[in-house]
């Protein structure tokens, strides 16, 4: 199944375009297509006319361009008929929005639907979903424009089974600043499931971090997810519902009373090195920060501060998590005691967390990292940063970010997320370094990094 | 040959829904797991001589098609120290319902552990480690991976458990022989690969572990439905 004309199309059929009300869900991706992005956007319409001085086609054959990607909003029965359509006109796949199938019990229909489109290896995203959003090229979506917030363009594939979950880590990460490269609802998933779309990203050059939202898998399919996972080389996180029981089932053996559903999704996630978020705000910080780092840690952490109960709740917060903050080595206590400014030296405290106090200048917090980040003891460096101190200026960021640049090693910044002081976090941001607005957000960063947290 | 005899066992249990002890012991003992030295019988006298022969203190379990956990009904007895204790308990086991005669075995000391599988309908089949015994529902101290394992999966299951130091060899009391529990867990990932189409789930519990053996001291084996 080739997917390129699905996900990167040049044209794109809207099918069920009303001619009359223009809040029908066609209408509204026919619209946003035409007006706000790059692709050729074309009507069809059984009846045929026009919209706006635009032909409105009788069916999809009738375009006289080949057309890559078709959007189907009609009624559910007539879905399977375009379907034979599409692949009649040789289209390169398919978003069905429209709902009536698996979801309202027609299993009959969205079955017979799927062996259509298996017997031409003809790709289609739904039914029942949002479809694709990518960002500055098309958006199957059925919202406004004006409603949707919009993430930058960047290198997180998002999947969800639900629209709805979607469009809200489209939100969160726009406020984070996390860029997307995709995001698909893949609804039903009667023919694309999350394994497709594993395989498509892995290959897909504008995705470092893909992250899945779901809800169950079918018979066999989570393990052939999670060995796919493991196999791609880019990072994946899933963030899972359903973790509560359902009911309880009479079982007989210890083993299959321990062993519950979610108790098993999460321990194997683990054991393949998947990164399992637990809600949607550390699935955003993850995401954060491993599309900044790549590499996997055990969790050695320092933590540098300008605040000592910033340091002692961000060492309390990293233990919590099962990352720890060793006491530095003597010698490398007295090399951060003579690179840092004498006003400091004899008040600040080098064991780790490190408080460099509030008389700390810029400087010191470069030739502390600087140290650090050559210290092989320590794997990644987290870096409180309170603008409030007096002496700390609105271009550290940038500065430890170059310092990151040359050193290698990572880092995550903690900085409060108010508009007074923005550049500070731009400052990291804009040169991949994963600002957190909360230590406990800085922490979650750093243990996506720990991969296969197994216990 | 020995997986055409551990299909026989499962087949001989089919319409039971489950392996009885004896059958199950043979099973793994195929399958290169470690299991007690055992007799099953229901006869006394046979019963005391193998007792006689393995030296006391010996265990017993009552072999019943309709007793399913045995400590519920009052079906195992550890430390048997003589032949007249024996036959006493020979006698009271007699009155289980369903009684096909008791399992005499060695007595083993060491750590319990179980070892569990069950398939799982989004993953196939999934292998358990834990602190067995009785209470193993209520500590929960456990650990879960996917079968097949990997060598590296075996050593994380045994770090991953709250009891490791006890594996490991806790305030003077000796630690288990890791290898043996490894080489038992590969063992019983390979039977339970080859044989996912045909059983639900498996307790052994207990798996004694001592500095010198891994052993399956008794074991469950519940088959699919199908």
């Not at chain 1, 298996?118 to 995203?125: A, G």
């Not at chain 1, 039903?188 to 504008?206: G, Q, S, T």
């Not at chain 1, 939202?213 to 493991?230: C, I, M, N, P, Q």
């Not at chain 2, 399992?103 to 750590?111: A, C, P, Y």
Request: charged share 25%.
């Amino acid at each position: 199944m080739n997917l390129k004309r699905l996900f990167k199309p040049d044209t794109m059929a809207v099918v069920g375009v009303s001619l009359s009300n223009e809040s029908n869900p066609a209408n509204v991706v026919y619209n946003k297509n035409r007006l706000r992005y790059p692709i050729k956007v074309f009507a069809v319409n059984g009846k045929g006319g026009t919209i706006r001085g635009e032909t409105v086609y009788r069916k999809l054959q009738d375009i006289p361009v080949k057309i890559d990607l078709v959007i189907i909003g009609t009624k559910a029965e007539i879905v399977p008929s375009i379907i034979s359509d599409c692949i009649e006109a040789d289209a390169g796949g398919a978003v069905i929005i429209s709902g009536g199938f698996a979801e309202t019990g027609s299993t009959d229909l969205q079955n017979y639907l799927v062996s259509i489109a298996k017997k031409s290896d003809f790709p289609f995203i739904g039914p029942n979903c949002l479809g694709i959003f990518a960002p500055g090229h098309m958006d199957t979506f059925f919202i406004p424009g004006e409603r949707l917030v919009i993430p930058d363009r960047g290198k997180v594939a998002m999947v969800s089974q639900s629209g709805g979950i979607l469009v809200d880590h489209m939100v969160k990460s726009a406020a984070e600043g996390v860029g997307v490269s995709l995001a698909v609802s893949i609804g039903n998933k009667a023919m694309i499931k999350e394994l497709d779309m594993l395989r498509y990203f892995k290959d897909d050059p504008e995705t470092d971090v893909i992250t899945f939202y779901l809800e169950g898998f079918d018979e066999d399919e989570g393990r052939a997810f999670v060995v796919a996972a493991s196999e791609i080389g880019k990072p994946v996180i899933v963030l899972k519902s359903g973790k509560t029981p359902g009911g309880i089932t009479a079982v007989k053996s210890h083993t299959a009373s321990i062993a519950g559903d979610y108790e098993v999704f999460s321990s194997i996630m683990a054991q393949y090195g998947v990164v399992e978020a637990t809600d949607e705000f550390e699935m955003v910080a993850f995401a954060e920060a491993l599309t900044c780092y790549q590499t996997t840690i055990e969790g050695r952490v320092a933590i540098i501060t300008g605040s000592g109960g910033h340091g002692a709740l961000a060492t309390d917060t990293c233990y919590a998590h099962g990352l720890s903050v060793p006491v530095l080595s003597p010698s490398a206590q007295a090399e951060l005691h003579s690179v840092v400014s004498p006003t400091i030296r004899e008040i600040s405290s080098f064991t780790n967390p490190i408080d460099l106090t509030g008389s700390a200048v810029d400087d010191d917090f470069m030739e502390v990292v600087r140290s650090v980040s050559r210290n092989d003891d320590i794997e990644c460096i987290i870096v409180l940063l309170l603008p409030y101190l007096p002496h700390v200026t609105m271009d550290l960021g940038a500065k430890l970010s170059l310092l990151y640049q040359q050193e290698g090693k990572p880092i995550v910044a903690y900085v409060p997320h108010v508009d007074k002081y923005r550049m500070l976090v731009e400052g990291f941001m804009l040169n991949k370094i994963p600002v957190a607005d909360s230590i406990e957000d800085a922490v979650h960063m750093v243990e996506a990094m720990r991969r296969y947290k197994s216990c | 040959m020995l997986r055409d005899n551990i299909r026989k066992i499962f087949h001989e249990a089919k319409e039971r829904g489950w392996v009885m002890e004896p059958q199950a012991k043979g099973l793994l003992g195929l399958a290169g797991m470690d299991v007690p030295r055992f007799l099953f019988t229901a006869d006394v006298a046979e019963a005391i001589r193998f007792a006689d022969k393995i030296k006391y203190p010996v265990v017993a379990k009552v072999v019943s098609p309709d007793v399913i956990h045995k400590s519920d009904a009052s079906g195992v007895v550890l430390g048997i120290p003589g032949a007249q204790r024996l036959g006493e308990i020979f006698a009271e086991m007699g009155k289980i319902r369903g009684f096909q005669g008791i399992i005499v075995e060695e007595s083993l000391k060491g750590i319990e552990l179980i070892v569990g599988m069950k398939m799982d309908k989004q993953f196939g089949p999934v292998i358990l480690l834990g602190m067995g015994g009785t209470a193993v529902e209520i500590y929960k101290d456990v650990t879960l991976r996917m079968a097949p394992l990997r060598e590296h999966d075996t050593e994380s299951m045994m770090r991953c458990l709250i009891a490791r130091p006890l594996l490991e060899g806790y305030r003077g009391s000796e630690g288990v022989n890791v290898n043996e529990l490894k080489k038992m867990l590969l063992a019983f990932s390979s039977l339970v690969m080859e044989f996912e189409k045909e059983v639900e789930s498996v307790d052994l519990n207990p798996v004694i572990c001592n500095a010198s053996r891994c052993v399956v001291a008794d074991a469950r084996i519940m088959l699919a439905n199908s």
